[in-house]
């Protein structure tokens, strides 16, 4: 969910060790812009998914792609 709420970036979520690893990354170059490890306790409903979404798509984004694409959304 929220590996396709981030296109058109790049994104990998990975869990381990109780924590939630997202990696976002260029959709060309296949370059990280951004990463984030957060506890898995922070993740109880859909509505925390959306809130995180909502979190990394304000973080500052730096490819024109993205750029043009949320503004759009």
């Known amino acids: 969910m929220v590996e396709r709420a981030l296109l058109p970036l790049r994104c990998t979520c990975t869990i381990a ?3 939630m690893n997202v ?3 260029h959709p ?5 812009q951004r990463q984030k490890k957060l506890p898995l306790s922070r993740i109880k409903t ?12 304000e ?5 024109r792609v993205a750029k043009a694409y949320y503004s759009a959304a």
Do not use: H, K, N, Y
Request: charged residues 30%.
């Open 28 to 32: 060309v170059s296949g370059r990280t």
């Open 46 to 57: 859909v509505r925390d998914i959306a809130e995180l979404v909502a979190e990394l798509r």
């Open 17 to 19: 060790d109780e924590q």
């Open 59 to 63: 973080e500052p984004v730096t490819t």
């Open 23 to 25: 990696q976002i990354s």
